[in-house]
């Protein structure tokens, strides 16, 4: 939006025109998410605590975790807030990737909001119900995908790339599609299953849409993407604004949600945050990477489908409690501990997903 008050301004002021600069505006985006996360958290907190919007805990979870109980939750609105707010301030809004991967994040936002209202104002126990989530989660993913695909440009938008390796790539054509649609509504699901710590969530996912930043804006720079050997997707690059903006608003939340956690994020950030990272991830061919960089959030979701299958199969748990950080805190981990810890094994694993950019 300022974008184009930028356009008319630089006939007066050639100054202006630093302000198309991509970097820049990347920049602007973090700063802008940052502050209004922080500028409108805490007002949103004492509304959330006035309407009594709280979370209930299971008592069949870490006793450590029952203080929790009536922690003001739905705050991932927050985020949604700041990302789409300073996503149209700085972005090129004629940009077709800016509108999907933005759309797509608030699609799932809204489901998640559909569950904690059902759940926390309504007061069902069971939210929405899991077909119904499930089915706008296959509505709002795949709507994505097939916008992604009618709209590519050129083969490159429809390949996989295959990561360390030098022109290793696989066309996958339609399948594209369905591929796609696993990969944003996984990705969505994964990272609501990791939200279950002060910040465990928040601060990988940060990590993460860092990373993408590096790899949309090296991907739609020509002389970038020549040298590093990727494909050069010419529009991609303007969803660097979009990646600033989750990171900022994913550092404004983590302001209140940090240990001890004034406030949770609930389904309508988690789902979202996920389904960003998703849709990103393949807007910038980068799948597989996201896998890597993202292992926290995948070994979160193996570990309870490992957990589910051994006791319908044999009766028996792996873990003391899944999802596996459940299974830290039960022995003895403090909670603490294991946040910093994950947090710290996506650093590793962001850097790893970096490296794929040299090592190939």
């Not at 939006?1 to 600069?21: A, I, K, P, T």
């Not at 970097?23 to 907190?45: C, E, F, H, Q, S």
Request: net charge positive; aromatic share 12%.
């Amino acid at each position: 939006m300022l974008l184009y008050l930028v356009e008319w301004l630089s006939q007066y002021q050639s100054g202006f025109n630093v302000f198309r600069y991509l970097t820049l505006r990347a920049i602007l985006g973090v700063l802008t998410a940052l502050a209004i996360a922080l500028w409108v958290g805490r007002p949103m907190i004492r509304r959330l605590r006035a309407f009594k919007i709280g979370q209930t805990v299971r008592d069949d979870g870490p006793q450590s975790h029952l203080v929790k109980s009536g922690t003001p939750t739905m705050g991932g609105a927050l985020i949604l807030v700041a990302v789409g707010i300073s996503t149209l301030l700085w972005a090129d809004l004629e940009n077709r990737y800016v509108w999907i991967v933005l759309l797509t994040t608030l699609a799932f936002g809204a489901i998640g909001l559909v569950d904690d209202y059902k759940k926390l104002v309504m007061r069902d126990p069971r939210g929405l119900a899991a077909r119904w989530k499930y089915l706008w989660q296959t509505v709002a993913g795949f709507a994505a995908a097939i916008a992604l695909y009618v709209t590519a440009g050129s083969p490159a938008e429809t390949e996989l790339l295959i990561p360390y390796l030098k022109d290793v790539s696989i066309q996958l054509g339609p399948w594209f599609i369905l591929f796609t649609y696993f990969v944003i509504v996984g990705s969505s699901n994964a990272v609501n299953l990791t939200d279950g710590l002060d910040g465990l969530a928040v601060m990988p996912t940060v990590l993460v849409a860092g990373a993408l930043a590096i790899f949309v804006y090296a991907a739609g720079h020509v002389q970038i993407a020549n040298y590093l050997l990727i494909p050069h997707l010419p529009e991609v690059g303007e969803v660097v604004i979009f990646c600033g903006a989750l990171v900022g608003a994913g550092l404004g939340f983590l302001w209140f949600n940090a240990y001890p956690a004034q406030v949770f994020m609930g389904d309508v950030g988690a789902l979202a945050l996920g389904a960003a990272l998703g849709v990103v991830a393949v807007a910038a061919r980068q799948e597989l990477v996201l896998f890597v960089m993202g292992g926290v959030f995948v070994v979160e979701t193996v570990s309870v489908m490992m957990q589910v299958m051994s006791f319908k199969l044999t009766g028996r748990r792996i873990f003391r409690m899944a999802p596996i950080h459940h299974h830290f805190e039960l022995k003895g981990w403090p909670e603490p501990r294991v946040i910093v810890r994950f947090w710290i094994v996506t650093v590793v694993l962001v850097l790893v997903g970096l490296a794929s950019l040299k090592i190939r």
